[in-house]
DNA sequence: CACTAATTGCGAAAGATTCGCACTTGCCGC
DNA sequence: GCGGCAAGTGCGAATCTTTCGCAATTAGTG
């Protein structure tokens, strides 16, 4: 759960909507604000999708939460952590596997230093195929 | 502008809308489909814009053109070309860098090698900022 | 030129996210 | 503890983007 003081110490006001919106992204890792709300209803089934999406837009702001771009479905969030971590996105069967950042660190900087380029691998995934779905072509999704 | 036979080669019949559509994605690179209808309007008003998402279909799928996210926004096509080319896609101003993908071998080599996945690239881009935003922080929009 | 299937235009529908606003509630000072 | 007030919530509507259904049009074929 959520420590009551981490919100307050953020200068944000303490409701059950927001600790419990917190709660589920740290839960649920990688959910879209759909699932959150899904996930939030167990316990509090009133809470409103605006109020989660409002929610989830304040723990950014504060650095609580994440949000990263998986490809075509929409946005999705996940609590921040010290590890940064990319995120590739088998676009065949959604499987996400989270990659250090520092197992790319060769790359960004090679993208610095040939294009000047400040990358931010966090925030949009990495597309392709995971090895299964790569050994079973039939199963393509069209991205 | 698009040459006559190509889309009939493709099994495509050819109507003025396929036609503006593709010249249309062909000059702008990386359009949104909004952008295309735009441009198609100017000489084809009566466009609509359920045309040009079907069109821009159409087309991707015979391989004429693609599709990539950026971010954010919507999807954007661009003619397909021989070059395949990666965008680094700056979050602050929206400058798109096309690497091309050879440049990028050794890192999704080494997506291989660690995680037995099979990196695409083109598909969505790598988000971060130019050398000129980098240089300004006040510039910073929100991702 | 006539026929048929592909394509288009149009309006509505669907899905995702945002907004306005009146009502509620957490928090601060007294 | 209590009151006041700004922050937060619920709700419904608005936006924005993309997709669909369907009737009318048109490209391609012979
Ligand atoms: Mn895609
Ligand atoms: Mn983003
Ligand atoms: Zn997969
Ligand atoms: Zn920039």
Known sequence: ?????????????????????????RALEHATPE???EKVKQTHPGINLSTVYRNLET????????????????VRYHAS?????AHLN????GTIIEVPIDATASFTQSLLDGYGFHTDLAHLAIA????????????????
Chains 1, 2 share one sequence.
């Open 81 to 85: 952590t010290e590890e940064i971590h």
């Open 1 to 25: 759960m959520a420590d009551k003081h981490e919100l307050r110490d953020k200068g944000l006001r303490l409701t059950p909507q927001r600790e419990l919106v917190l709660a589920a992204v």
């Open 59 to 74: 723990l950014e702001n504060v650095g609580l939460v994440q949000h990263s771009h998986l490809g075509h479905g929409g």
């Open 35 to 37: 699932e959150v709300a």
């Open 128 to 143: 392709g195929r995971c090895e299964t779905c790569f050994n079973m072509p039939e199963t393509f999704n069209k991205p």
């Open 90 to 93: 088998c676009e065949s069967c």
